[in-house]
C-alpha cells in the first residue's frame, strides 16, 4: 500500500482525488515524512462490517503496520 511504501504524494492524490473520508490522514503523512522506511509490513487489516455485517451501509477500516 500506499502508506507501507511511505508514499506519501501517492496518498495525499489519492486522498484528494477519491474524497475518500481517512481519519487521521495528516497526521499518518507526517509521520511517514518523519521516520526513514526501509521497510512497512501490514500486520492487521479489518473493517467494522466484518465483524457487523448488518450495518449502515458504511464501514470503518482499521490497520496496524509496522514500519523498520
Not at 526501509?38 to 458504511?58: N, Q, V
Request: aromatic letters at 12%.
Amino acid at each position: 500500500s500506499m502508506i507501507e511504501k511511505g508514499k506519501t504524494d501517492e496518498l495525499y492524490k489519492f486522498h484528494d482525488d477519491t474524497q475518500i473520508t481517512i481519519c487521521g490522514i495528516f497526521p499518518i503523512m507526517v509521520l511517514l515524512e518523519s521516520i526513514d522506511i526501509t521497510k512497512g509490513e501490514m500486520l492487521s487489516y479489518y473493517k467494522s462490517s466484518d465483524i457487523m455485517p448488518h450495518g449502515r451501509g458504511s464501514s470503518v477500516s482499521y490497520a496496524a503496520i509496522a514500519f523498520w
